[in-house]
């Protein structure tokens, strides 16, 4: 019987790690970034770089969503928020960090409004550089973390026939 | 029974809401579907930039202020270097003034393609959005490559430009023009012909003149209201002065409008585009400028794609400013939204919302409002003894 459940259980997280792989949703969001990165972010979506071709798709609510792409330093008044969103998002949940100021506070460091960057407040899988890093570089980002959880699942797998 | 006549229904947006690409909070008190009353309120991205200038040297604010806004980089660090310029007595070369004009005019148009394609997606309207979005490609790949930078191309240092437009440039763009020229006529056509879109558009959110005059709008948003009102024609700048622009004015002041007058300032871009390679003056591109600048202080205006952008620069003699302060373009057109909304169904707030072409990383700046106390002297206003006695006592506290 408990043998019959871990089965079960195997067989959803594989099922579940397929489908985050083939069809991660993604939600953005500006926690006090110059706007730079935000329209970058955006035209990774258009015609040109089309990231919906990897299945990945930018939607609005965080209950949703399995990668929370952020930009800019945080904020005093961001980081509630931001850290709100973080948690409405359904586990397993992904961070990729979006330009300078999310990985360092960039050019904003030493504001007095800026509590400092990305993972200061909430924990941050990929990092991405730039000001504002091109569409490219985010595509990398996110194919990065993907390449990262195919390999969580071959070791999980590798794991599994050492058993 | 429950008497919903009188409780009020309030649909809260933001500060995360797939409407809006940055973080703002606004409050709409709906009757039915209709708007009552709106709220908003800012200050998400306000990172204390105003202050952090005076911590920084002339050249490193100039990096930190490009990065107020990425959309309109460019013209953050023309308004501030034309002002830092006009306080050390020294005038850029033509050479440099004219692509001055230039990257701004090009910038004009990847940023009135991107609010193009923003406003077409919050209409419903996608295709409109994938395809205006797919042409200002053309532009950014040619911004890329005369500054080596899609977004903040930190073209400008002070006494000049730090990139050259060379003939291989010019022919690229001229040839990335006709393309976009085709395009835009198109796209002006859909907008004004597509009946779906226009259901959206026309007559809503009218704005009278007496009405934008009053709130103070700025920029195609003012233009689309028949306020004939133009940084570039009525006090020119940089290469302004020897390529006069054009004032687009339309008389509606609906959102059709708002719409026709950007697609056609695109058209009066790539004129001056053309007229600035054709006539590209020749000569050095820098002129060196003191690393303290004399002391006085100075206004610097600029049409930045949503309208007047405004700086202010104070200088002691040193090497870094003693103030400098920063009017928006979408602070003075933000409080048009709210009150336009009011009578509007909640379904097209969004719409008037991008109708001003909203940026809220320039719009959160600190504004301070006078409040008069008790004893007649201003409660929010500190003299500099004040400010000091009360950070040696904070810090006195802390240590404890």
Redo the contacts between chains.
């Keep these: 019987m408990i043998k019959l459940e871990q089965a079960w259980h195997d067989a959803l997280r594989q099922i579940k790690t397929w489908a985050q792989i083939n069809s991660p949703w993604a939600i953005h969001f500006n926690s006090g970034s110059c706007n730079g990165c935000d329209i970058e972010i955006l035209a990774t979506l258009t015609p040109r770089y089309d990231l919906e071709r990897f299945g990945i798709k930018l939607q609005g609510s965080p209950r949703h969503a399995d990668i929370l792409i952020c930009t800019g330093p945080v904020t005093r008044q961001a980081r509630e928020r931001l850290r709100r969103v973080y948690e409405q998002m359904p586990e397993p949940k992904f961070v990729i960090a979006v330009g300078s100021c999310a990985i360092s506070g960039g050019a904003f460091q030493g504001c007095y409004n800026i509590v400092g960057h990305i993972d200061q407040v909430i924990p941050v899988d990929v990092y991405v550089l730039g000001c504002p890093p091109r569409p490219e570089a985010i595509i990398d980002g996110v194919v990065k973390l993907l390449q990262k959880l195919e390999l969580s699942k071959d070791e999980r797998q590798r794991a599994k026939t050492n058993e | 029974m429950h008497n919903t006549q009188a409780e009020k229904f309030i649909v809260p947006m933001g ?4 409407a809006l ?3 703002g909070h606004f409050e709409f008190t709906l009757d039915g579907e209709t708007v009552t009353h709106a709220g908003v309120r800012l ?7 105003e ?2 200038t005076e ?1 920084r040297t002339w050249v490193q604010n100039l ?2 202020l490009e ?5 309109c ?1 460019h013209t953050h660090a023309t308004a501030f270097v034309l002002g830092v310029e006009k306080l050390a007595g020294i005038t850029a070369p033509p050479r440099a003034q004219a692509i001055r004009a230039l990257i701004g005019e090009m910038e004009r148009i990847h940023s009135h393609l ?1 609010w193009l ?1 923003v406003a077409a997606h919050e209409a419903g309207f996608d295709t409109l ?2 395809f205006s ?2 042409d200002r ?1 053309t532009i ?1 790949d040619l911004l890329e490559e005369i500054t080596g930078n ?3 191309y930190s073209a400008n240092v002070l006494g000049g430009v730090k990139y050259d437009v060379q003939e291989k440039h010019a022919d690229a763009l001229r040839r990335a023009l006709d393309f976009l020229e085709t395009r835009t006529e198109h796209y002006l056509e859909v907008v004004k012909n597509d009946e779906m879109f226009l259901r959206r558009t026309r007559g809503v959110g009218v704005m009278s003149r007496e009405l934008a005059e009053a709130w103070g709008v700025v920029g195609p948003t003012a233009r689309a209201s028949g306020v004939a009102r133009d940084v570039r024609v009525d006090a020119p700048y940089a290469g302004y002065v020897d390529f006069p622009a054009r004032l687009i004015l339309q008389t509606e002041g609906d959102l059709e409008a708002r719409f026709s007058v950007r697609i056609q300032e695109l058209f009066e871009s790539y004129r001056l585009i053309r007229a600035l390679l054709d006539h590209l003056p020749t000569g050095e591109l820098v002129k060196t400028v003191p690393r303290r600048i004399k002391a006085g202080e100075t206004v610097s205006r600029i049409e930045a794609p949503r309208g007047e952008l405004f700086y202010f620069i104070k200088s002691n003699g040193g090497d870094k400013p003693e103030r400098v302060h920063i009017r928006t373009p979408s602070i003075c057109n933000m409080s048009s939204v709210l009150s336009l909304a009011v009578g509007h169904p909640l379904a097209d707030v969004p719409m008037l919302l991008a109708g001003i072409d909203p ?3 320039c719009n959160d700046r600190m504004v301070l409002l006078k409040q008069t106390a008790r004893n007649g002297a201003h409660a929010d206003e500190w003299t500099w003894e004040q400010l000091h006695q009360h950070g040696i006592e904070y810090y006195r506290k802390q240590k404890r």
């Design positions: 500060p995360q809401h797939p690409k940055e973080p200050g998400y991205v306000h990172r204390g930039i202050k952090a911590a990096y930190l990065r107020i806004c990425g959309i980089s991107l394609g959005f994938m979005w797919r490609e950014m899609r977004v903040n940026c809220f990383s």
